[in-house]
Every structure is written in structure tokens, then in C-alpha cells.
């Protein structure tokens, strides 16, 4: 299995509020990318990294931040969480971007009430 | 229009049957294509790649891929009860992936 850890797995939180969700990687890999998942939506790019402070917007960008300081390390930032932000975040980690699968971590439940 | 489209099933099989996944795409410049499955709760763990027309075979899956026609596919044969999953498709054009919503296999014993 792919080393990547999430933390939290899980976390309850209040509107307003902010949040940073990690994704640690043991891989060495170049590229690593943060998802939502949602019913009847599927898997939804957040923000992903190419190299260490290169990052690029996805599909679902608005009201997330993220930051990669170092090759193992991507975060994710919520800086004023809102009931639409509830969800599942998935993280994945990629070699060689397109050409290569993703390996996925095992996801951080976030609520907000 | 969505980048990837999948019949969201459910799809019911009986076990040892066939199951028949499908996936079209909209971006003609798509090089690679996966197949992942997620099971409740977990997360997605790749089944198969493939990025050549025709079709590729490992153990009881098979993805087929059609350029022409946008359209990928993956078979199980011989299903069982353990496959049963939500199955994602997933494109690559570039250094994003887009994926579809998934279908959902029930293999009935």
C-alpha cells in the first residue's frame, strides 16, 4: 500500500471556523491532490501540487487554501467553514501526473454544523 | 457537460456471471484511463490502467478502450460476492483526472 496517511480521520467542527486537514506521503512522489467526495457528485478536485510550492486550482477550488512546504506534506485550509463543506477529503499522491495512477489516503470525514 | 459519464447503476449480477462496466468521456486528448473500486466507506484503490486501444487483461478484469468512440470499459468475469463495490472511472488529459460518479455491483451469491 501506498504510504500516505490523512489526519484527522475525523472532525467536527462549527460554521465559521477554520480548518487545515493533512496529507502526509512517504513516496517521494511529485504530484499530490486533495478531493471531495459527495453523493451523486463523485470524486471533485480541490487543489492539487506538482512540486514543492507549485500548486494549481481544480474543479472546486473556492473557499480552500492549500500549501505544500515540503515533498511530503500538503495541506489543506478551510478558512471559514461552511454546511457545504461537509464531506469526505480524499488525498492522493501521483509519480508522474497524468501518466501514472493515483494512490489514494483513507480519507477525512469533515462535519460542519 | 460532465468530463466522465457512468451509469450509476445499481448493477446486480449473479455470482460467476459477467459483470459489464461502462465509462464515456467528453476530452479527446484523454491519454490514460483507470478503473478504481470503492467500497463503503473506503477509500478508492486502482483496479487497472490502460492507455493503448484494445484490451488489457489481468486475472478477472479486463478494460477495454476505444479512442474513436470516447468509451472504456471494464469486465469482471466470474464475479463474487467480494466484488461487490462502487466503481470509478477516471481520465487523464492532462495533470488533472476527472472522475465519473461511479457504479454500484451488487453480486448476488
Redesign the interface.
Given at each position: 500500500d501506498a504510504g500516505i496517511t490523512q489526519s484527522p480521520r475525523h472532525k467536527v467542527t462549527e460554521t465559521g471556523t477554520p480548518v487545515t486537514l493533512r496529507c502526509h506521503q512517504t513516496e517521494n512522489h511529485r504530484?499530490m491532490?486533495w478531493?471531495r467526495q459527495d453523493p451523486?457528485?463523485?470524486?471533485?478536485?480541490i487543489h492539487?501540487s506538482?512540486g514543492v510550492k507549485d500548486t494549481?486550482k481544480?474543479e472546486v477550488s473556492d473557499g480552500y487554501s492549500v500549501s505544500r512546504s515540503k515533498t511530503e506534506d500538503f495541506l489543506l485550509t478551510l478558512e471559514s467553514a461552511t454546511s457545504s463543506q461537509t464531506s469526505v477529503y480524499?488525498c492522493a499522491i501521483s509519480d508522474r501526473?497524468?501518466?501514472q495512477?493515483?494512490?489514494?489516503?483513507?480519507?477525512t470525514r469533515l462535519s460542519i454544523l | 457537460q460532465k468530463e466522465v459519464e457512468q451509469n450509476s447503476g445499481p448493477l446486480s449480477v449473479p455470482e460467476g456471471a459477467i459483470a459489464s462496466l461502462n465509462c464515456t468521456y467528453s476530452d479527446r486528448v484523454s491519454q490514460s484511463f483507470f478503473w478504481y473500486r470503492q467500497y463503503s466507506g473506503k477509500s478508492p484503490e486502482l483496479i487497472m490502467s490502460i492507455y493503448s486501444n484494445g484490451d488489457k487483461e489481468d486475472g478477472r478484469f479486463t478494460a477495454q478502450l476505444n479512442k474513436a468512440s470516447q468509451y472504456v470499459s471494464l469486465l469482471i468475469r466470474d464475479s463474487q460476492p467480494s466484488d461487490s463495490a462502487t466503481y470509478l472511472c477516471a481520465v487523464s488529459p492532462g495533470n488533472q483526472f476527472y472522475f465519473g460518479t461511479g457504479t454500484s455491483l451488487t453480486v448476488i451469491p
Open positions: 504530484y491532490y478531493y451523486g457528485h463523485g470524486l471533485r478536485l492539487y506538482y494549481d481544480g480524499f501526473g497524468e501518466v495512477p493515483q494512490h489514494f489516503g483513507d480519507g | -
